[in-house]
């Protein structure tokens, strides 16, 4: 299994950036697919998350500026943030996973750093 992130970058506040979450070796339409982010020194936390059946959930920080939306024919999901501040100055990492029963599958990609700076 691979999830592979890209998109990150460096960007001045009030700008945007599209995250990307590329899957492969799992069928992705069956997994429910989230963004976590980490800042230096804080614990990571879920940002945005879409399900199998397209619902979505975000942090309250985010609401309003970062959608969440998957094409399952191209096995990606992304995450388009707007209005970037500051303070959304992370690690973004993209996880899949899903429950089959009494089995959880958890799967996490390599991270792209999101830098919002003047």
């Known amino acids: 299994v691979q999830l592979q992130a890209s998109g990150g970058g460096l960007v001045q506040p009030g700008g945007s950036l599209r995250l990307s979450c590329a899957a492969s070796?799992?069928?992705?339409?069956?997994?429910?697919m989230v963004w976590y982010r980490q800042a230096p020194g804080k614990q990571r936390e879920l940002v945005a998350a879409?399900?199998?059946?397209?619902?979505?959930n975000y942090v309250d920080s985010v609401k309003g500026r970062f959608t969440i939306s998957r094409v399952n024919a191209g096995n990606t999901v992304y995450l388009q943030m707007n209005n970037l501040k500051p303070e959304d100055t992370a690690v973004y990492y993209c996880?899949?996973?899903?429950?089959?029963?009494?089995?959880?599958?958890?799967?996490w990609g390599q991270g792209t750093l999101v830098t919002v700076s003047s």
């Open positions: 996880n899949a996973n899903r429950s089959l029963g009494r089995y959880v599958y958890n799967y």
């Open positions: 070796g799992i069928i992705f339409s069956t997994y429910d």
């Open positions: 879409i399900t199998s059946s397209d619902m979505t």
